[in-house]
């Protein structure tokens, strides 16, 4: 389903191209997306645009947010374009002011959560974070305080932000909401919750029955289970943490024009239309759902300050460490 898919949107991309506007030369982009990802990304963005010619550097986000700022420090920065999971990177871009600001993007249909209020990066996805549970398991957690109830004891695991991009977007979500603050993770602590390096591995444990409950991005439990694994993903009543893998345009950049044609691109019904096709929840609205998203299911999103998590992320890593130790 996925190929066909994406050969459709491609095709789409293919009929509006004559109308795109002659952008050329060499847009260098940095990215945190998988391979696949990326490449049907720059496959469908040169199917409206084929006079450019995109070089991509690919890895974890940790890796090219450390090779970009070793390029800043030494004043010779690379990319054009940055697309990576979390904004947390993006707001220390921005405070040293090493991004441009896009007056001109599209963002009709977009909430104003997904978006940097001065226009400097935009979300293009949601991946948000919810709890999974294995069907087999006496309880079904409907609330994140669910996870510290003596019934969970013991059987609950999560990614750890130590690791995951997304899982420091949940910590930092999780650890500033009304109610549950610091005091949450010492309670999961507490009831002898495991952190472990990925949303993969908290996925397998609870689909093969070594837990039975914990944290895991939507897409993973979702897809697990409509491959038959006894999971299913609940929405806390409180709503869903996310990451938006936000896309700017580097300060620096040598094709702006390019750039700023790639992020209209991203932010077109037909490049959310190719995030869907991917598998992952368009942030636009009005764009067909991914296959796996059961249409009555509601996302209710979580309040974040990506401001404030960059902050005090050092210390409340340093925090989550003391209380889960490394994974």
Do not use: C
Request: hydrophobic content about 40%; charged content about 20%.
């Amino acid at each position: 389903m996925r190929f066909r898919l994406f050969a459709t949107v491609l095709t789409a991309f293919a009929v509006s191209a004559g109308g795109a506007a002659a952008q050329s030369g060499t847009l260098t982009l940095y990215t945190s997306q998988p391979n696949e990802d990326a490449a049907e990304t720059v496959e469908a963005f040169n199917a409206q645009y084929p006079d450019v010619e995109v070089e991509v550097f690919r890895s974890g986000t940790t890796k090219v947010m450390g090779k970009l700022m070793s390029e800043i420090s030494g004043g010779n920065p690379q990319p054009d374009v940055l697309l990576i999971a979390d904004v947390v990177n993006m707001e220390k871009l921005k405070a040293g002011g090493h991004l441009m600001a896009y007056q001109g993007a599209d963002l009709s249909g977009f909430d104003s959560k997904t978006y940097d209020a001065d226009k400097t990066y935009f979300g293009t996805k949601l991946i948000t974070t919810g709890l999974i549970y294995n069907t087999a398991a006496q309880h079904t957690p409907e609330t994140w305080e669910d996870l510290t109830e003596p019934w969970a004891k013991g059987k609950v695991i999560m990614p750890s932000p130590l690791y995951s991009g997304a899982a420091v977007n949940t910590m930092g979500i999780l650890t500033r909401a009304d109610g549950l603050g610091w005091d949450y993770y010492e309670a999961l602590a507490e009831n002898d919750v495991a952190a472990v390096r990925g949303n993969g591995t908290t996925l397998k444990q609870v689909a093969s029955g070594q837990k039975a409950y914990g944290m895991v991005v939507d897409f993973l439990a979702f897809n697990a289970k409509a491959q038959g694994s006894p999971v299913d993903f609940m929405v806390p009543e409180r709503g869903l943490t996310w990451v938006s893998e936000p896309v700017a345009i580097l300060e620096s950049a040598e094709n702006k024009e390019a750039a700023r044609a790639f992020v209209d691109f991203l932010l077109s019904k037909q490049g959310q239309g190719l995030a869907s096709s991917q598998g992952y929840i368009p942030a636009k609205s009005g764009v067909e759902m991914p296959d796996w998203l059961p249409e009555d299911r509601e996302l209710t999103l979580m309040e974040k300050d990506a401001g404030a998590i960059l902050e005090t992320m050092e210390q409340d890593l340093k925090r989550f460490e003391e209380l889960f130790g490394a994974s």
